[in-house]
């Protein structure tokens, strides 16, 4: 569209300062789809894990690190599994707006670090996100506000059945977010079923490309990770070198 026109492939001062507009890139789908899991296949695939965070040409931000600090009262219910944290308010869209918007000016930015055991943000704990070419922006609600939705370039959907996506969120959030199964359980049927047929479903339309069944879809990985790799290329300043990484093509015939 127009945004991708006028925005992408600009590179030139601003303020005075040396910036790069980055490709964004919004990744969104149910909870538990594989999300974060694609995200990280696609920067692996790119070698960029090991690289250093300052040298990246590829950056992931989760939309979680933009969760509201809670209120004392909030996060009682929170510890009761009573708060809604699949809502679009749970969020601060006002700071993603102009986090989103900073990046796109080639710009340093600070991101927040979220903790799911204690429901808030680690105090004294920011993330620096240096300018990049590829900017990956993932969570449950990164398309549902039209302000913070028409600034990517491109925009995934993972979609992953309901039911794989239960089973898949179920462990987790009890070996890695410090919850039991009944507090999950009960979470997911009073808040985030109901949230994400109202509003993570709806935003599906507005993707470019769907990925079925996240992660398990290499071969969507790799168009998408082939499409990365041409942005990188393509654009002034060539900053990744080298082949394409070969990948191996299965033959059924
Ligand atoms: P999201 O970020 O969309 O919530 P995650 O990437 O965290 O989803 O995946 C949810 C859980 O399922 C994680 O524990 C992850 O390790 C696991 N997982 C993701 N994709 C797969 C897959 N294809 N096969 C098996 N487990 C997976
Ligand atoms: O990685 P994923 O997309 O699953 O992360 C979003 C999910 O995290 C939401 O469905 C929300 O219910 C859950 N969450 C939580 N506790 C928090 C913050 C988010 O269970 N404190
Ligand atoms: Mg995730």
């Not at 490709?23 to 694609?38: D, E, R």
Request: net charge neutral.
């Amino acid at each position: 569209g127009t945004v991708r026109k006028m925005s992408f492939g600009f590179n030139g001062k601003i303020n005075g300062v040396e910036g790069k507009t980055p490709f964004l890139i919004g990744v969104s789908g149910g909870t538990a789809s594989g999300k974060s899991t694609v995200c990280k296949r696609i920067m692996e695939k790119l070698g960029q894990v090991d690289k250093d965070h300052t040298e990246r040409q590829v950056v992931c931000i989760s939309q979680d690190s933009f969760y509201r600090d809670l209120t004392p009262v909030e996060k009682i219910k929170a510890e009761k599994g009573q708060y809604n944290f699949d809502h679009p308010d749970a969020f601060d869209n006002d700071l993603i707006l102009q986090t989103l918007k900073d990046i796109l000016l080639g710009n340093k930015c600070e991101i927040p670090a979220y903790d799911y055991r204690t429901n808030s943000l680690i105090k004294d704990q920011i993330t620096t996100i240096y300018p990049a070419d590829v900017v990956l922006f993932e969570g449950i609600l990164v398309f549902y506000f039209p302000k913070i939705r028409d600034l990517f370039h491109m925009k995934l959907f993972v979609d992953t059945d309901s039911d794989t996506r239960l089973a898949r969120r179920v462990p987790r959030d009890i070996n890695e977010r410090g919850r039991d199964l009944d507090y999950v359980l009960n979470q997911y049927m009073n808040y985030v079923k109901p949230a994400f047929e109202e509003f993570c479903l709806p935003t599906k339309k507005f993707a470019d490309v769907i990925i079925p069944r996240g992660a398990d879809n290499t071969v969507a990985i790799d168009l998408i990770v082939h499409h990365i790799w041409d942005i990188l290329h393509t654009k002034k300043g060539d900053s990744i070198s080298g082949q394409y990484p070969y990948i191996e093509h299965k033959r059924t015939s």
